[in-house]
């Protein structure tokens, strides 16, 4: 029942700026964290970022540190992928998903193990 809506994909020219949002709904009681992951075409799905329920603790792939940031607004149950100085190999659809927030996760939050929970994706397109 729970469901997880990505926005803000679209075209952007290398070097621009865009910001994605996940919007969820009927999550269930607990600790949830929540990631990004992201696929590219003839690519597996790889991790990007992720945060803790509180906001206090965020995770990023080294190919993205320094130019994405992570966010959560729990009030609004939304989580935010803010993506500056886009390159071409940003190029994909972004997943976000959630999953409970367990001390295994603290271990494998870089793999699809501790995720429960995907949205449909969002197409993110960068050219020149």
């Known amino acids: 029942q729970v469901q997880l809506v990505e926005s803000g994909g679209g075209l952007v020219q290398v070097g621009n700026s865009l910001t994605l949002s996940c919007s969820a709904s009927?999550?269930?009681?607990?600790?949830?964290?929540t990631a990004w992951f992201r696929q590219a075409p003839g690519r597996a799905r790889e991790f990007v970022s992720a945060?803790?329920?509180?906001?206090?603790?965020?995770y990023y792939a080294d190919s993205v540190k320094g130019r994405f940031t992570i966010s959560r607004d729990n009030d609004k149950d939304m989580v935010y992928l803010q993506m500056n100085d886009l390159k071409f190999e940003d190029t994909a659809v972004y997943y976000c998903?959630?999953?409970?927030?367990?001390?295994?996760?603290?271990?494998?939050?870089?793999?699809?193990?501790?995720?429960?929970?995907w949205g449909p994706g969002t197409q993110v397109t960068v050219s020149s």
């Open positions: 998903t959630e999953g409970r927030e367990t001390p295994d996760f603290f271990v494998y939050y870089r793999q699809e193990g501790p995720y429960e929970h």
């Open positions: 009927g999550r269930p009681y607990g600790r949830y964290a």
């Open positions: 945060v803790t329920r509180s906001g206090l603790r965020k």
